[in-house]
């Protein structure tokens, strides 16, 4: 059970000083069964006047901070303590209604979920719909966890994980023509192509570190993005086709959403002169304090990029 300390550093750069709106900070990781929030900092350069925190409608927890000076340059720096006990797939227990595609969800849960399986992109084609139905047994014997676990796995073996330090996301017909993309890119692909088969669906933002000398993940030295489905007897279950692996190893989830949009890390405004603005720069580092065997022990995953 490791103990991580993350450092989230954001970074922007103005040629002359400017004036800052309001700025939507989400950061801070979500208490769960699998993650206990140890101690969590957040200190912002210039202060802001005011700073005060929300829960938004999935229970993610948000910073909002305004600002009544100016400056060349604003650091939000987010400090964290996390002990992370991670889900594994053999503890992904479906009920029995529920093991084998095609399933519907209970009455009772129906409700809540139907959001999450309402498809959020363009598929006029329906090249997506075709995608996914690959991954059902022409046999009619299709395993609900075999399913997504070969979806996540065929995205990670057939598509070519490229960063882009641009902002902004690929749709998911986009990502699925060119074949390449990233984390969020493959998230969002995974998401549409879970909710074209019926299951309820959610965007992940968080961190990527490794469990392990053997366990090398991609995507790490900056925010991660991956996937959750809702599976009737576990709930809701990690997928993460940038690394094809199923369960929350090496994975601390931040913020979860309906769509990529609710769940960005830092937004806001400011205003100033045209062409003040320099650069963003994002800086993700984790490193272990304790934890697992000497032989098993979690690799720290560190970076930065920049944005001109």
């Known amino acids: 059970m490791p103990l991580l300390n993350l450092s989230h550093v954001t970074s922007y750069t103005y040629r002359q000083p400017v004036s800052f709106g309001e700025h939507r900070i989400m950061v801070r990781p979500r208490e769960s069964y699998d993650q206990h929030l140890i101690d969590a900092d957040l200190h912002i350069d210039p202060p802001p006047s005011d700073l005060r ?9 948000v910073a909002i901070a305004t600002f009544n000076r100016r400056a060349k340059r ?12 991670p889900a594994e797939v053999e503890h992904v227990d479906i009920e029995e209604y529920a093991r084998l595609y095609p399933f519907t969800y209970s009455s009772e849960e129906m409700p809540d979920l139907l959001r999450s ?12 719909d075709g995608w996914a139905r690959r991954f059902i047994s022409p046999t009619g014997h299709t395993e609900t966890l075999a399913l997504l676990s070969d979806m996540t796995t065929a995205i990670k073996r057939e598509f070519t994980y490229v960063p882009r330090p641009e902002k902004g996301t690929q ?15 493959y998230a969002m692909l995974m998401i549409e ?11 992940v933002s968080g961190y990527v570190y490794n469990p392990s000398a053997r366990d090398q993940r991609t995507g790490g030295g900056n925010t991660h993005a991956w996937v959750r489905v809702y599976l009737p007897g576990s709930g809701w279950v990690e997928f993460d086709p940038t690394n094809g692996i199923v369960g929350s190893r090496g994975l601390i989830r931040v913020a979860v959403a309906r769509d990529i949009y609710q769940a960005v890390p830092v937004s806001g405004t400011w205003s100033g002169f045209p062409g003040s603005f320099l650069d963003m720069e994002v800086s993700v580092n984790i490193s272990v304090d304790q934890g697992v065997s000497a032989d098993d022990t979690p ?3 560190n970076g930065s990029r920049k944005i001109r």
Request: proline fraction near 3%; hydrophobic fraction near 45%.
């Open 193 to 203: 192509a879970a909710r074209a088969l019926g299951f309820a669906a959610r965007f």
């Open 117 to 128: 399986i309402e498809r959020q992109h363009l598929d006029p084609q329906r090249q997506i």
């Open 299 to 301: 690799i720290a995953a």
């Open 171 to 185: 749709t998911p017909i986009e990502t699925l023509a060119r074949r390449k993309g990233t984390c969020r890119d």
């Open 53 to 61: 925190w929300l829960q938004d409608v999935f229970g993610n927890s």
């Open 74 to 85: 604003l650091v939000i720096d987010s400090r964290v303590q996390v002990l992370h006990a």
